[in-house]
């Protein structure tokens, strides 16, 4: 059999596609379908079925898109009035080749969704892997928390009976295919491993370590942060987001057309790392770094005004396929060989103040006035923190900008200095102006032995 | 400057992508447009302009599906009447960066052909290259038999006063930038050289070493093939060819599904070379191999069955670009893992005799019965062929087939074997079954020192 | 963690990439490296350990060449005596990054066979996989025939004891990660599955479904096939291959060139399919499928003569990579243009006749005189075989090839058409003339519904 | 005819590759040979004959590289005593295939230098295309002066005879094949055009529009740069550079080893564009941006200590290739990540202030004191300058470092930023700490209409 796990950067996305017999089956596939259709001709299967193991939120599904080109029909869990595709129900069963599959409704995550077993009956009856959509990560468990405080206790309880009788029970040889790996927000805390096992999760699983109650306690208590695209993702996925058939061309601007587009009221992203953006940028442009876009882009962009690009590279390598998977088809291009081009011509350029720990160890240590501002996960902020600083995540910055004084030097740590120089760059766009970034953060931080607050 | 330029294999097309100052210019665009886009985004300039130097024949021209794109505008001649795009006339200007582009009208290959001369006003007011479309190529002019026998001496002297008036007075240094190039079927006899000039071309082109009498009488005696599907080319790039988007997908299909789809009356084409074809073969299926596919396609393929691919790659490999390039959207798939997917299956294979030269001397000296036939060109006939052979052009097979008998043994040659075997392979889906193609034909014949009448 | 599997085509050999905290390890590294070293950059980890699991027997290993270039050290099991590298023993660890490595001596395929258990310590202290090498498979256990018929039952035990006291017991869960997939000679009927587990093999191995009397019994009956290059390999892997440094460049060659080399004694393999050698072919060369060289190349091809090539493909893609996997450094070079090469400059041209099954059933049925040669492993011709059919193995044919008649009509078959080929190309090249090849073979005759003696 | 160029970024250095008949030619091949390997494959020609048009002194010439791998032989002019390969006189010819090849001598640039005509046989005995080594340029003639002041009137003359007595009289047709483009430091103002023609050259080249004495005067007056690492570029180019093989593998180290290495006197380039350099790099490393590398390494790096890499991409894109060409085989590693690895490990951190233009002209308004340094090339600092800044060549830092006050506030322009910013690198690793580089520099403030001396 073929099997392939297709990753999607820096939402930590898993689809996979997979078959035998000369035909395929792709789960959850991203909008940018490119990929499936190489895979199908690379291996020479046909794509026949496509599975969504529910309404993902995090992403733009592709399975109209795909369903368009290819001879397939779409599936999903019965629970949910989606606008296409077909119900399967707990245990219909589809033979690919010499592969069945099963269906197992497992919700819990959502009400719809479904996890997939997969038996090889050329080699047996057992299951060999399950596609566990976000029912089962790697260390951890989906989360509960999409429908509201009081629905949080009963979903959490779904999970933990969809976990423990319809996963499990299948037995420790079992392989797992879950939708998302390590960095993913659909998870807490996913760990960095492709492949686990049934039973490598039950020895080590924290979450599978304790009794139903305790479960349900822990995933009570559990904050996650939800980004506001995901209300635009749900839309999408339950009513068919648009068919783009080409992949977007981002054409090049010169710095008179980008300042047009600026002008006109455009979204500027600096996908450049954290000192290429200290060291000068387009004045009032958020950084986010590259990698980090596909995570971060949702919380700070909308979906209606243009939205343009300055990168380091001469050419936006892969952002467009970032943008079309958080379903913002408004792109219009990128600074024509990068930053350069923009004070080439004689542009405004600024700049932000980039430290390292060993600044700001000094400057506290001086007893210099300043605001230091903590913008990393709750969870991580919760275990410990840099004495006297405050908090504010950094997906939050715009609903709680108010709570930073507009008068005193700013000074913005977070796990490394991505998301510090995220916030920084936000903080500077609404007017604020005397900011530093810490590169490192708390990472150099503790490597230098400089002391935090448990 | 930057100046790249495009060659679409087959059909020996050259199209032109340039430009300075941030902004680019493509002329003749293909209709698989991407590598325009790319090419954009590798040199950072933004598409503006898009010239035709006339209304192709021999493809699907890009324009409109590059212009759906991205920021740009059609240009084209002003003597016919097309449904899309801008008139342009003798003297327009266009300026890109620091360079200025100049129409010259030159009739002749068609009414509403233009030249395109480039000058780079940061150098010098003189011309530095010049697009000439179908007016002059290396070692050839354009063909002037489009608009029937009447109108061709007409159309040569256009021709002529066109290359005499507009193109060589510029001078001896101006570079030659032509529309195809060696094995087009646009020119007679089109040199092996991707790069000419003006100069080059005085001394060593023969249809610019006679006079204006001379010329004509030679263009009218000049004996071209006109592939039955450049009718539906002259539509889609008068009229505007549907829009693609995508490139179309072929899917991989088994033995079976490929057969319901020969059933139902699709068109199969093997890609394969002639000894691949030699040794096995689906019955009643046309072999054009791999590279001659764009020159041949459009003799033998309809636009309305669907069209299946046999290869011996796993793998189509570019064959779905030939096809759409020739207007072919009819795709509907290819054979799985190549041709043993077929017999893997237990089906029929149908086997063509392949001769070496030897053989065929050999069964001539022992005055073996046959039916020789030569499918060349006219032009290479005239100069010579073998004893005793008949004379039918491969690609008039179709209309004449009625002039080979069918209860002889069929023996076919052509200038290497390639020809020889689609002629074979469309005598066998007729029904003809003694056949044999000489492979190495014409030239291992010569190399072996056999024979030939002049 | 960082983990990547390569397979090197054909001989199903699966190497392993690995790594954490900025230090990766190679496991069984094939000769060209390259891949190795990208990996290296591509992860951003710098390679320190090269581990061998046994002495390869069917591959080159590349540890040299990679130890040559990176500053990493060669290690391997105690129980042979290597020219290099050191000997590590039951029980010792290496660290690498969070990751730790615990060597296990898993006897029985070889002396010296160690198996790899790692564990994430940062997760637990559960093993999370094995490198078993060649001492489980997906569905299979290692051959343990290497050492005479006397030593087969011993190993077959201590095999026996590696699997069921190191590997086993590790729990259901462990991952498994073999030295070989599918289409290995180094395991009599490895599962197409990349991954499996402990469980999964202990529900479904029928290795793992008996006692030690049985398995002992199984291993000793078992009939296995030793191409006769390994003896090269197992030099070059116990003393050390010569570096190679550069994959070697094999230059494109014309007719006339090749012919030199030829009389000169070079070997010539013809890449292509059956059919495209039967359609026509260079005189008295073997044919051995692009797919099936790296398997069947070491039965046929010495490590003296020149090696040239013939392929349809105008660049003998990955072939040399191939060559020097097997030791083969004597490579010089390959038709330019692949087979048309040869007959365009005159040369002569051999055929072979390609049968369908039915044109045997009906040869069969008509009572015509042949020397019906199965070719398959003997194995597979246990379970059934075509009536009257004779048995050689394909690799045996130089040897045995005394007893097939010169003077009958030889129809060869196999599993598909393509070792009937490779058979088929051995016997024209001594001298047998009358000889077809039945594509599909005993698949095709199957799904045929044709008759079979088991 | 098959014709390549195939170019060398950076020092702009232009090498062919070109064929016939099965035969191909490679003229001044660069170090890193793949491309050529990878050429005669692609188009089926097997390399016979090297040429180098002189002895290259900007970079180490690949011949006896490429002659190690191939079955080829070198040559080169007779007016130098070269270790290796073959002389040829004036009036050599070569065959390959159709084409004829005839070795003009022209000396000027140096004394061996070589031209080659090539005539296309087939076509004609006119000369269709001359490479021209460093003799004629696009807008350009060759520097002449390697040998001394008292020499260059005599080199100067030879090249002003060889240019009028053995290129031009070719005709305007003939297409130039020179050894360099724009940018090159081998000719003083190298035009951005790819392909020119005698005629054009005769048109516009402004060194063929005036009379010898003329000609002598000018190339006399002219003041260009020879960078350092020239003398062993001589030095490889005579005797011959040591063989590769591979390509340097380049381990990616983390933070500890790249420490490590510093200590030891490694020498570290940054790789990053200067804003990222201005945000925060490893303390006292040089930064030349990538693009530039080729052109400045040579200016600042020796040939003994190790070369450490740091770069904002993961991998170090091609910077492995740009050493080698320029000799540097003592290459170590690069910083794994990029510079994040650095800080994140809790490492000192350095900054470099980047000016915009507009901040420099107020500061100038302000009357802030201030050592305005322009690192440009002196012939553009003749046109024109900022009012008070003084000027020292970017590759003459090193040795006039004392000639630029410790105690000022220093600010470095140059044409672009690009520069400014290697020489604020040097000034801070030398212990200049109050420094800035001017973003955009003299083109940013021109675009802002800022005033300049003339």
């Known amino acids: 059999m073929i099997m392939e796990m297709i ?74 009035d989606f606008s296409y595709g077909t119900a399967v129900m707990e245990g219909d069963t589809f033979n690919v080749g010499k592969l069945e599959l099963e269906i197992l409704e497992t919700p819990g995550h959502t009400h719809e969704s479904i996890s997939i077993a997969l038996r090889d009956k050329s080699v047996s009856d057992d299951v060999y892997l399950i596609f ?10 989906g989360r509960v928390d ?7 206790p009963h979903m959490a309880e779904l ?46 699983n924290p979450l599978l370590q304790i009794n139903k109650e305790e479960f349900i306690k822990r995933k009570v208590e559990e904050t ?28 090049p601007l010169n710095a008179r057309e980008f300042s047009e587009f600026i002008e006109n009221g455009a979204q500027v992203v600096d996908l450049r790392k954290p000192t290429s953006f200290g060291g000068g940028h387009v004045p009032e442009t958020i950084n986010i770094w590259r990698e980090g876009f596909p995570a971060f882009a949702g919380y ?14 001469d050419q936006p390598h892969q952002v467009w396929r970032y943008l079309i998977r958080l379903g913002y088809d ?23 103040d980039m430290w390292s720990v060993h600044q700001l160890k000094k ?26 600083s405050h908090h504010i995540w950094v997906g939050d910055i715009p609903q709680m900008i108010r709570e930073i004084p507009q008068d005193k030097k700013i000074v913005v740590y977070c796990d490394s200095g991505y998301k510090s120089t995220i916030a920084a760059s936000i903080l500077k766009k609404n007017g604020y102006s005397n900011i530093s970034s810490v590169l490192g953060s708390m990472g150099a931080w503790l490597k230098s032995g400089y002391p935090v607050v448990k």
């Open 7 to 80: 990753k999607s950067e820096g939402i930590a996305q898993n689809s996979y596609f997979f078959g035998s017999g000369g035909e395929a089956v792709v789960v959850d596939p991203r909008r940018d379908i490119d990929i499936y259709l190489n895979l199908s001709q690379k291996h020479g299967l046909n794509i026949r079925y496509i599975f969504e193991t529910h309404r993902n939120e995090d992403f733009t599904v592709g399975s109209l898109e795909l369903a368009g080109v290819s001879d397939s029909e779409i599936f999903h869990g019965a629970h949910l």
């Open 146 to 152: 999409f429908f509201g405080e009081s629905e949080t």
């Open 330 to 352: 408004n792109i219009k291009g990128y600074l024509r060989g990068g930053f350069p081009e923009w004070y080439m011509a004689g542009k405004d350029v600024a700049h932000l």
């Open 159 to 204: 999970l933990y009976h969809s976990i423990h009788e319809k996963i499990l029970p299948h037995g420790d040889n079992v392989i797992l295919c879950p939708a998302h790996g390590a960095g993913s927000v659909c998870g807490a805390d996913i760990r960095d491993q492709e492949t686990t096992t049934v039973g490598y999760e039950k020895k080590t």
């Open 132 to 141: 566990t959509g976000d029912v089962l990560f790697a260390g951890e468990v």
């Open 363 to 388: 400057s506290q240590e001086n007893g210099d006035e300043m605001f230091l501002l903590d913008v990393r996960k709750i969870n991580d902020r919760r275990r410990f923190h840099i004495e006297g």
């Open 224 to 251: 996650l942060y939800t980004p506001p695209y995901f209300k635009q993702m749900e839309l999408n996925n339950q009513y068919g987001a648009p068919i783009l058939n080409r992949l977007p061309y981002m054409p």
């Open 300 to 313: 700070f962009l909308n979906y209606d005004d243009p939205i343009l690009i300055v990168d380091d590279y």
